[in-house]
């Protein structure tokens, strides 16, 4: 089979191209800051050239998968293609409250709330040993 005769694969690969060319040209680094305080660890993505509502959250288990896509408007929906813009997994300590992590766009930043199980203060301590 000639390639180049096969439209719909040329088409396929030219909306890919098109899709890179327009992520290459148009898209700043995205950049990411912990802050701790003494509830939690807010995580701030800064990525001004994305859409805030093109984030997406995945938790599985202890790992917090932050990502984006772009997809292509010029392809029917049946096609799904999206090329994502960026990607980025944090590995959470024991002591996060994974079941009430929270995620606030807000000012075009994306800041990812982890609040802690226990005060801070019980983390590090001494362990006295009793007699029994």
Request: glycine share 2%; hydrophobic share 45%; net charge negative.
């Amino acid at each position: 089979m000639n390639l180049l005769k096969n439209k719909e694969l040329l088409e396929v690969f030219g909306n890919q191209a098109n899709l890179l060319n327009s992520i290459n040209g148009g898209v700043a680094a995205t950049y990411f800051d912990m802050v701790e305080n003494e509830n939690s660890i807010i995580l701030e993505v800064n990525a001004p050239t994305v859409d805030p509502n093109s984030f997406k959250i995945m938790l599985n288990y202890n790992q917090l998968t932050i990502f984006s896509t772009l997809k292509d408007d010029t392809v029917s929906e049946i096609e799904l293609f999206s090329v994502p813009m960026f990607v980025k997994a944090f590995e959470l300590p024991s002591f996060i409250d994974f079941d009430n992590i929270e995620a606030i766009n807000e000012d075009e930043r994306l800041r990812i709330i982890l609040p802690f199980k226990t005060s801070r203060s019980n983390l590090n301590r001494i362990i006295e040993v009793k007699n029994i």
